[in-house]
């Protein structure tokens, strides 16, 4: 039995590796306040999100079809999809209220905990199944769908009388029969627990009527004695309580996937909720294959920051489908980082089968995504900042697909303008011929107005603009790469005028 | 045994020891030679016996061979194990032995009857399979070298003669019976009754099949956990005790086998047990590095001559680490030939020039143990003494008593060196200003220069490299377009002084020319993660 929420044919495996990027990832794309925001208080959502959106980059088109649907029932249901992850939880529940404690080193232990554990997870199997006969016919996503008619058919009444039967005939009130053989060092081995007769009474004494047979009685103050025979008692129902015990841990782990793969979308409602509060649209991205190269987008707005300032933010339109290259340059704090932020947020919300913070939204999926940002917001012209940003893009070359996406913010600057240009003018025209999808934000003017020159028609270049009052709209637009930015200008003037006070800095 | 002895004499000559064709050269010393640890010779021994610290290996890998004879018999028994994969067969009749040996300790510290009997019963059955294996593969083996087919001789008549045969028919038998027997126990309240086993299905799985649909994949095992200690208690021993009385002929038997049995095993055969290991630990450990592709030879012994050559020569102990790390091991050539005697190393620091000393210094030594060394080629010189003198960290402190330890360390050097040692000097008088280093440096050479010794000097003083005829200059080179990488690539030629200057991005590969190879290799090589 198996949940199948997150894919139509597996378990979502929510301890999957992340990404070799994940620091980054998150730190570049703010992903941390996203996270929160779906766990709303809950750490359990909070990973579950994580790994789901983190993770998400590996899925096509058909996966990310799969979880919309699936969210879209959700955004339907979302009482009834809470009591079933409430449910499951109380299953999961049942295993801590009986600790694995010292006892449960010893079979007999294991399996009356088990018994215990199996007891409160019938009861919430049954609850599964009250659900499922009750609300089905409200879900049409293929996941919910699977899932209702796999509780329908499984549990049925006779299901539940044959465990039942199990429970009590796993009292042993007729005493335990089992047999061995011997092994090394002619101890005993290979111990195997029989199931009693059916007869009532007797069966001992019909048994033994037949053959030889030897008894010893343990003394009533033979305390070793006594130890020894419970421990061989338990070599003979060591295998039954381990498949008792693994059968309640497959019934758990059932609960437990069930639990991870309704986080996800528990997690979503969540965030759903908040952007709701604030009047911030979402859509449902079009994703298209990875071979494609298609980037079309309206309103699109970086999640974080809304959620951060708690109110709606300025979005951006993008059409750039057919380009591999968008070179994005202009004013400083003009919104550019924002949207580099919101193009990789959306792909990886995308990728994970969750809504995205746009208009609309369509774009081809990728197999990774990396992002190169500047780690420092301090401009030392030294060598060893520069080697440091050379050996990320080293790590990222290395782990490199080819229908990857690089998100660059400012790289490779830590040095004079002709060199930081020279250098990214040879990394990014390597990458684009290869079709890779490049979006670069950038103050170096010689590169950025080296491409533009050349006029190829794989890229666009968009501008963060100011007005003349110097207010910024956050707004991108499309135009040719201006000179400079006005912060160097602004830097350069300041040192210009003031030079003895930055020397007087330090005390 | 004589009788056995005497069997295999006749054709060929008779076993004596695998290490050694010829009784009285010594083939154990306790003491580790001085000069282990200069060359790193301890950490490569420590990592060559690690698995195998049981047979207490290290006193072999302390005494080097003095006369080529000996060197060559243990090159012949290496060459055979490799060529007919015989290892595996070595191995496994090791593990044999070592079980044996582990059976006997059980069977001495228990204490019911029924169990030290079982366990002894078990060494000898051990035991027997180690011995008939062995001689089983050593028979169709084609063996070439003097040690192996000598050995084979004397464990084919062991294994033949009645002694032999007898005690292994009559284990086997005993064993089977044992192992033939299944009983049930029944267990209420307190009694346990103990009779003959009838069929009956096996419960656990009726249960596992009831929740067969809840299946998730791998969940945690929670069977045993049961302590399984060798020792019975007294209700195990009971139940043994009805067990044997359920199966009396069986128990009889097994208890009159260990009473006549008692000293089963050959001493022989222990001995080689112990001594193969030499050999197996060798090559396992070549095997590490030979999978990587770093070569070992068996090299050619140049004496009375002192021509020697290295092609492709490495420092194992430095391997050894570079491959855990996967990094790559950088080979070095070597060779000295007419008047040529020793080599001066100078050249950038870090560059591998410690390293190089080192290699030379280990190759000698491993040869004279008759292994094979890491390199693909060589001919190498059988010295009688070898001598190292490499700087020591401890006394940094303390710079004019350094200096004196320097001296006196190589005095003592040049006075018991001889015209057949080997001397390795690494970075000495350091410790002194230029003018005396270069001083007592040339000194110290002119006094090898005389004794017409073989040696390796590392020096910063770039003047030595030209010292007479007998000298040899090599230098530890960098990469031409970045100098700050080192290759750590020594060859011969005039020592220099080199300038560098870095590019960044070539260092990473990130030109347009190397990222476009990078990025056509990684894409087409790239396999999708699903």
Not at chain 2, 227 to 247: C, S
């Amino acid at each position: 039995m198996k949940a199948f929420l997150m894919y139509r044919d597996r378990d979502f495996d929510a301890k999957q590796p992340l990404p070799w990027n994940e620091q980054s990832l998150r730190q570049d794309l703010a992903l941390d306040t996203l996270f929160a925001a779906m766990a709303a208080g809950d750490e359990f959502i909070f990973e579950v999100s994580k790994r789901a959106v983190l993770t998400g980059i590996h899925n096509r088109p058909d996966d990310i079809f799969y979880r919309q649907d699936v969210l879209k029932d959700c955004r339907s249901n979302p009482a009834i999809v809470r009591n079933i992850y409430r449910i499951a939880a109380e299953g999961l529940e049942s295993e801590k209220k009986n600790y694995l404690g010292f006892l449960c080193r010893y079979p007999s232990g294991i399996l009356s905990r088990s018994i215990e554990i199996l007891q409160l997870c019938v009861e919430a199997l049954r609850q599964l199944r009250n659900i499922a006969d009750e609300y089905a016919g409200r879900f049409m996503s293929d996941g919910f769908v699977t899932l209702f008619t796999t509780l329908k058919r499984e549990l049925s009444d006779d299901y539940f009388a044959t465990i039942e039967g199990h429970l009590t005939t796993l009292k042993f009130s007729d005493g335990v029969l089992m047999s061995a053989g011997l092994g090394r060092g002619n101890k005993g081995v290979n111990y195997v627990l029989h199931r009693p007769s059916n007869l009532k009474q007797g069966w001992l004494e019909r048994v033994f009527g037949r053959s030889s047979v030897y008894a010893y009685t343990i003394a009533d103050r033979d305390e070793a004695g006594a130890r020894a025979l419970s421990e061989l008692r338990d070599r003979g129902i060591d295998l039954v309580a381990n498949a008792l015990a693994q059968s309640c841990d497959h019934i758990l782990s059932f609960f437990n996937a069930l639990r991870t793969e309704l986080a996800f979308y528990i997690g979503c409602l969540n965030l759903d909720a908040r952007l709701s509060q604030l009047g911030a649209p979402v859509c449902f991205p079009v994703p298209s294959e990875a071979g494609e190269r298609r980037h079309t987008c309206q309103g699109l707005y970086d999640v974080c920051l809304a959620l951060t300032m708690k109110q709606k933010v300025v979005g951006n339109e993008l059409n750039a489908d057919d380009k591999t290259l968008v070179i994005i340059t202009g004013a400083n704090q003009g919104g550019k980082s924002t949207f580099l932020r919101s193009i990789g947020q959306a792909q990886l919300m995308m990728h994970s089968g969750m809504f995205v913070a746009a208009e609309s939204f369509s774009a081809n999926v990728c197999d990774n995504l990396f992002t190169h940002y500047r780690r420092e917001e301090d401009a030392t012209m030294s060598s060893g900042k520069l080697d440091e940003e050379l050996s990320r893009m080293n790590d990222i070359v290395n782990h490199i697909s080819p229908d990857s996406m690089l998100l660059f913010n400012e790289s490779f600057a830590a040095t004079n303008e002709r060199e930081g240009s020279e250098i990214a003018r040879q990394i990014v025209t390597a990458l684009i011929e290869q079709n890779l999808k490049v979006c670069y934000v950038t103050h170096l003017y010689d590169f950025a107005h080296s491409f533009f020159e050349r006029k190829p028609g794989n890229a666009i270049f968009l501008r963060a603009v100011r007005q003349d009052d110097g207010k910024r709209t956050y707004q991108l637009i499309e135009g040719e790469p201006l000179q400079t930015s006005y912060g160097k200008d602004l830097y350069i003037k300041m040192a210009r005028k003031n030079p003895k006070d930055n020397l007087a800095v330090s005390p | 045994m004589d009788n056995q002895q005497k069997n295999a004499g006749h054709l060929s000559k008779a076993f004596h020891s695998i290490l050694s064709g010829h009784p009285g050269i010594a083939v154990e010393t306790e003491a580790m030679p001085p000069y282990f640890v200069d060359l790193n010779l301890d950490q490569i021994i420590d990592s060559i016996t690690e698995d195998k610290k049981e047979y207490d290996l290290k006193p072999f890998f302390y005494t080097p061979l003095t006369d080529r004879d000996s060197i060559i018999y243990r090159q012949e028994i290496f060459r055979d194990l490799e060529a007919i994969d015989l290892l595996d067969r070595l191995e496994a009749f090791a593990w044999n032995m070592r079980t044996m040996r582990d059976c006997l300790a059980r069977a001495d510290k228990l204490y019911y009857p029924g169990q030290k009997e079982a366990w002894f019963l078990e060494a000898v059955i051990t035991y027997c399979h180690a011995v008939s294996d062995l001689a089983r593969d050593l028979d169709t083996a084609r063996l070439n070298s003097r040690g192996l087919l000598a050995f084979r001789d004397y464990l084919k008549a062991y294994g033949w003669s009645d002694r032999f045969t007898t005690l292994f028919a009559e284990a086997k038998q005993i064993a089977a019976g044992l192992a033939a027997i299944r009983y049930s126990i029944i267990i209420k309240g307190s009694t346990i009754k103990v009779r003959p086993y009838e069929s009956e299905p096996d419960y656990s799985a009726d249960i596992g099949q009831t929740f067969e649909k809840f299946r998730q994949g791998q969940v945690k095992d929670y069977a045993s956990k049961l302590p399984d200690y060798a020792e019975m208690n007294h209700v195990e021993a009971k139940v043994l005790e009805f067990v044997a009385m359920l199966n009396p002929d069986i128990f009889t038997r097994l208890k009159d086998f260990c009473l006549k049995s008692r000293e089963f095993r050959d001493e022989t055969v222990v001995v080689f047990d112990r001594e193969i290991q030499f050999y197996i630990v060798c090559l396992d450990h070549m095997e590490k590095f030979s999978g990587s592709g770093l070569p070992f030879c068996y090299p050619g012994l140049s004496n009375p001559g002192k021509d020697i050559f290295c092609h492709d020569g490495f420092d194992l102990a430095l391997a050894g680490k570079l491959l855990d790390k996967k990094a790559a091991v950088v080979c070095n050539d070597f060779y000295l030939d007419g008047k040529e005697r020793i080599i001066v190393v100078s050249g950038p620091n870090q560059g591998g020039k410690t390293t190089f000393a080192r290699t030379f210094g280990q190759l000698h030594y491993l040869a004279r143990l008759g292994c094979p060394v890491p390199g693909r080629d060589a001919r190498l010189f059988v010295s009688d003494r070898l001598f190292t003198h490499f700087e020591r960290q401890e006394n940094i402190g303390n710079l004019s008593g350094k200096l004196q330890d320097d001296l006196v360390r190589i005095t003592e050097i040049l006075d018991q060196a001889t015209p057949d040692s080997i001397i390795i000097l690494n970075e000495i008088f350091t410790s002194t200003a230029l003018s005396d280093a270069i001083f007592l440096s040339r000194t110290v050479m002119e006094k090898i220069h005389g004794l017409d010794a073989l040696c390796v000097c590392v020096t910063f003083i770039d003047e030595l490299s030209v010292f007479s005829e007998k000298t040899v200059s090599m230098v530890s080179t960098v990469v031409p377009e970045n100098p700050a990488a080192r290759t750590f690539k020594i060859i011969r030629k005039p020592s220099d002084g080199l300038s560098y200057a870095l590019s960044l991005s070539e260092k990473y590969r990130l030109t347009y020319k190397s990222l476009k190879e990078r990025l056509n290799h990684e894409s087409v090589s790239h396999v999708p993660r699903s």
